[in-house]
């Protein structure tokens, strides 16, 4: 198949351009280089250029997301441009090029906070701009149901080695580290059960030639509090983490994952396994800094 990625040198995207290049043609879109993609550059937060896309493909994979998510309103223009417009420029590309597939990436937060794990059924109920851009971004998606079939990976929390600290379980890890205080909602934090990136790129991989069209959750295999997570990540880094108590949070963050295990496969990855290597590279990353 011939692949356009966007997003192909993110966090995601990288590891998805290496499992796929050997058995596919495989174009990398990103502001930076992409091997070992056939790689374009470009910058989505300015524009989409059609003209320097491959004329025909088969599938494109929308990874690509604004990395001012938590900038707003200061950065609203970016996240804007990058998780609707350009989500419309490249459906629109993938009309026109002959795509039969358009996956997209999408985020398990535009349910907001529920009680129970949620089902892809669930009404959306965005808490923020970011998330209602990615529900815009979905809604776009599915009008072209009529010219490709589309497929929304609605991610829980994707983590693993190399992710900026700034993201959400990397965030813990270094908070434990360095001491700083983890607010948990009562009794012991919400519940998530976050998917590590190899877990996240086999789904996206399936989701090539999967059975199957509209929202589809992908989470990890363990549903844990965030009071269980950073005494997970605690115990492994030998730290006692700081944690102060605030009100009861208004529900969690979980994501049923009975579709994903019968169309895209379950996740495999634990938890207690896939958070060491996090730790690991954490730790290395303190040390350098010499704290």
Known sequence: MRILISGAAGF?????????????????????????????????GVGLDVEALPQHVDVVLHLAQ????????????HIYRVNVEATFRLLEYARRAGASRFVLASS?????????????SAEPRPPDFYLRSKQLAEI?????????????????????????????????VRNVLVGS??????????LVNPIHVDDAVAAFSAALTADFSGPINVAGPDVLSLGAIVRMIGQY????????????????????VTLM?????????PFAKGVVDLCRQAAAELATEGR
């Open 12 to 44: 995601i995207g990288r590891r998805l351009v290496q499992r796929l290049v050997p058995e596919h043609e495989v174009f990398g879109l990103s502001r930076r280089p992409s091997a070992p993609a056939q790689s374009i550059q470009m910058d989505l």
């Open 66 to 77: 604004s990395e001012h998510f938590r900038e707003f309103p200061e950065r609203a223009d």
């Open 108 to 120: 398990g937060g535009i349910y907001g906070y529920a009680k129970e794990a949620v089902v892809e």
């Open 140 to 172: 776009l998606l599915f009008a072209y149901a009529r010219y490709f079939t589309p497929i929304a990976v609605r991610l829980f929390f994707v983590y693993g080695v190399g992710q900026r600290s700034t993201m959400f379980i990397p965030r813990l």
């Open 181 to 190: 205080a983890i607010t948990l909602s009562a009794p012991d934090g919400l």
């Open 237 to 256: 880094l030998d730290r006692e983490p700081v944690t102060e108590r605030a009100a009861d949070a208004p529900g969690n963050v979980v994501g049923d």
């Open 261 to 269: 295990s019968a169309i895209l496969g379950p996740p495999t990855v």
